[in-house]
T-cell receptor, first 117, second 113 residues
Framework: EAGVVQSPRYKIIEKKQPVAFWCNPI?????LYWYRQNLGQGPELLIR????????DSQLPKDRFSAERLKGVDSTLKIQPAELGDSAVYLC???????????????FGAGSRLTVL | AQSVTQLGSHVSVSEGALVLLRCNYS??????LFWYVQYPNQGLQLLLK??????LVKGINGFEAEFKKSETSFHLTKPSAHMSDAAEYFC???????????FGTGTKLQVIP
């Protein structure tokens, strides 16, 4: 199995430019997460999907960030326009927990490292 | 909301020495706790998890963690460090529901030959 696939792995852009990240979760995983990891910090949740529905986007800066998960499979995270402070690693994760406590184990992709100049 | 705190952003040990990475939790209910590892330029990988079945949890690569309610701790240990253990380690818990996983700030482990 391929695991969680993310692209691109690295992206360098100038501020005010747009950027998009793509994630393909593990087949059958109904829950998909986007996390942002700043240098030297732990991952912070941006948005969580249950199938195609965004059920937790309280930490997503909605003025410049958007996300979608069409058909409840692949997902795209977009930033427009990018700011210097958006430089970070954007991690996608997926899980299939069946609602059982303790069973929700996240499988992460390798991440997309964004540098905004 | 439940949360975890990791003490020490950097830990250095000699190869073959004991590894001890600290994590304390805050929770008003029995917590579910996890340790994840992140190797350079990779995503996070689950090491082990505590789900109240047993207080001593064994994980992959020889790591284990002990849940101590009296100390609100879930420290990660390994008897003998290997060079390949050099990575960043994150403690995590559920926060605001079983679908929301919250991570600590991480501890970077350096293994000195």
């Amino acid at each position: 199995e391929a695991g969680v696939v993310q692209s691109p792995r690295y992206k360098i852009i100038e501020k005010k430019q747009p950027v998009a990240f793509w994630c393909n979760p593990i087949s059958g995983h109904n829950t998909l997460y986007w996390y942002r990891q700043n240098l030297g910090q732990g991952p912070e949740l941006l948005i969580r999907y249950e199938n195609e529905e965004a059920v937790d986007d309280s930490q997503l800066p909605k003025d410049r960030f958007s996300a979608e998960r069409l058909k409840g499979v692949d997902s795209t995270l977009k930033i427009q326009p990018a700011e210097l402070g958006d430089s970070a690693v954007y991690l996608c994760a997926s899980s299939s927990h069946g609602g059982k406590p303790g069973a929700n184990v996240l499988t992460f992709g390798a991440g997309s490292r964004l540098t905004v100049l | 909301a439940q949360s975890v705190t990791q003490l020490g952003s950097h830990v250095s040990v000699s190869e073959g020495a004991l590894v001890l990475l600290r994590c304390n939790y805050s929770s008003s209910v029995p917590p579910y706790l996890f340790w994840y590892v992140q190797y350079p330029n990779q995503g996070l990988q689950l090491l082990l998890k505590y789900t109240s079945a047993a207080t001593l949890v064994k994980g992959i690569n020889g790591f284990e963690a002990e849940f101590k309610k009296s100390e609100t701790s879930f420290h990660l240990t390994k008897p003998s460090a290997h060079m390949s253990d050099a990575a960043e380690y994150f403690c995590a818990t559920y926060s605001g529901g079983y679908q929301k996983v919250t991570f600590g700030t991480g501890t970077k482990l350096q293994v000195i030959p």
